[in-house]
Structures are given as C-alpha cells and as structure tokens.
C-alpha cells in the first residue's frame, strides 16, 4: 500500500482531483502499468481542460466532439489510444456515480472516425430476411432464430451469445444477465419474441445433455457454442441472404441496432 500512494504521488502532482482519482483508481482497481498511465495522461487532462472537472455536464455529443478533435491528425494506432484512455476515463466517472454508464458507449470504434461515418450497418428488412430465412421446425433453424434475434433485439456479442446459460435466465422478470468482454455483469430486458424463440428451441430441439450453455452444437457430441462458430453462423446467414459488405458476422447485428439507436437519438 505504501508503494502505491509513493506511486501514485509521483504520477500525480498538482493535477486536478478529477486526474488524481482516475489515476488511483487505475493503480488500484484495474492494475495498470505505469507506461499506460503515462500514455493516458495528456489526453485526459486535455478532456478536462476542455470539458470542464463537473462531469455531471458531460454529454454524449460533447464527448463525441472531443474525440473527434483528439483523432483528427494522428494515426489509426494513436487514435486508438486517445480512445481508450477515454473510455477508461468515463468508466471510472462511471463506477464513481458521476455520470451515466450510457456515457462510455457513445464513443464508436476507431473505424468510424477514420471513414468519419457509422458503421456499414444492416436494414430492418435485410435482418427480417435473415431471421425470417430460420426453419423453425428443425433444429438449426430453431437454434438460429434464436441466435440472430438475442444479436438483432439486444445488440448482444457473438461471445456474450456463446456464453449465456440457463442461470443467466430469468423467465419470471423476463431478463437476461448478460457478461461482457470486460466481465462485468448487466442485465437486460429479453422481449416477448426473444422469450418466444428461447423457449421453442430449448422445448423442442436442444439436445438434453448436461451443459449449462444455452446454445449447443447440431451435430453429436453436442458442445456449446463458441464465440467464433456464433459468427460463423451470422456470417452464412448473411452471405445466404445476399448481404454485400466488406465484413460480415455478429457484429453487424450489433452495429446496426447500434446505428438505430443514434439515429432515433
């Protein structure tokens, strides 16, 4: 502990309490190294003499703004790092109460800033296509309606597909606890039609096997689904569907609820 505070005195002194506490919290909490920390620094302290140490004042488009001055001239590697330590920024602001979660999301990728538009995304009939392309009397159809429906409603990753289990259900308050990348843990609400479609495979299709993954394999011996094969599942529906992008997989479900979103506002 003693280390820590000589550490975190030598990294910190005379900024601002807003710099100091992100950068204990870094030491602390998420045991980062001290290059990262030292990469971080002039880009957080440019955001708050920009933006001002009352967080509560922050706004999405004013973050967004922000980014886009940082990125303007540097490369994909650099950019990268301007939004990083951004949204390592805004995730301690987060957990501290002192502003929304939501805040951290409204950074895109840095894909987006570098063609300085949204993702390549899909259209509401493109993604009723595919999901209405699912055999629902079989039992990859059943398995993959239910698939691209937790990818389209909730905007879920191919992994966080992968690796929901039968805890993660609760039927009665009709939500899904959901573990990302990060491991943190949320919940969501699951739509009648997302309900519908879990039940019907899990009745009628799923192999009765003890594996607490929701999402098996077709083909014996049945094994839970992995991050990769649920992309490749999206990726043949969206190929079968004639879907013409550079890049396919879960992850233009994901976009695509993504850009609805920011276009509803």
Not at 18 to 28: A, G, P
Not at 171 to 189: H, Q, V
Request: glycine share 6%; charged share 25%.
């Amino acid at each position: 502990k003693r280390l820590s505070n000589a550490l975190i005195h030598d990294i910190t002194p005379n900024y601002p309490e807003l710099y100091c506490n992100f950068t204990t919290w870094m030491l602390t909490q998420r045991g980062v190294a001290k290059s990262t920390l030292d990469g971080y620094r002039a880009i957080v302290l440019d955001l708050l003499r920009k933006m001002g140490e009352q967080p509560e004042r922050y706004t999405a488009k004013g973050i967004r703004e922000f980014v886009l001055y940082r990125v303007k001239h540097h490369n994909k590697s650099s950019a990268q790092n301007v939004i990083s330590a951004i949204r390592m920024f805004l995730r301690h602001l987060s957990t501290a109460g002192r502003v929304d979660p939501i805040l951290e999301q409204s950074i895109p990728n840095i894909a987006a800033w570098r063609l300085q538009s949204l993702p390549r995304c899909l259209s509401a009939s493109t993604i009723d296509d595919v999901i209405s392309r699912c055999d629902t009397n079989t039992m990859m159809g059943a398995r993959n309606r239910a698939i691209f429906l937790l990818l389209a409603f909730l905007g879920l990753r191919a992994g966080e597909v992968a690796g929901l289990t039968f805890d993660d259900i609760d039927w009665r308050g009709a939500t899904l606890r959901i573990r990302d990348k990060c491991r943190r843990r949320s919940r969501l609400p699951m739509p009648q039609v997302v309900g519908d479609a879990l039940l019907h495979y899990l009745e009628n299709f799923r192999p009765q096997v003890k594996i607490d993954q929701v999402f098996l394999s077709t083909l014996a011996p049945h094994r839970a689904l992995r991050r990769v094969s649920v992309s490749q599942i999206a990726t043949q529906a969206l190929r079968q569907a004639g879907v013409d992008s550079p890049k396919l997989g879960a992850h233009m479900f994901r976009h695509s609820i993504a850009t609805a979103l920011l276009n509803e506002g």
